[in-house]
């Protein structure tokens, strides 16, 4: 049986990371193995995704999170 699970893109790049780009994805990993969302989403850190002015980046079910948290990622992704 396949699992659709949709993906996060967490940037971990030099400028990112600077701005919290691994404490997002460490927060990100922590809440989505939790209920509601455990097995649904599957984290991935990129390199430098060229929008660095905007960081931390992810991107989330079609949408760019530009300066984002943790919250407001888990805000989008809660809607259906
Ligand atoms: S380091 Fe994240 S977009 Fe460049």
Redesign the pocket.
């Known amino acids: 049986m396949k699992v659709k699970r949709q993906l996060i893109l967490i940037?971990?790049?030099?400028?990112?990371?600077k701005s919290g780009?691994k404490e997002l994805y460490r927060e990100l990993k922590k809440s989505t193995a939790k209920e509601p969302f455990k097995g649904q989403f599957k984290l991935i850190k990129?390199?430098?995704?060229?929008?660095?002015k905007?960081?931390?980046?992810a991107v989330a079910k079609d949408f760019y999170f530009k300066k984002t948290s943790p919250l407001k990622v888990l805000e989008v992704l809660k809607k259906p």
Do not use: I, V
């Open positions: 940037c971990t790049g030099k400028d990112c990371k780009g990129t390199k430098c995704m060229d929008m660095c905007s960081a931390p980046l």
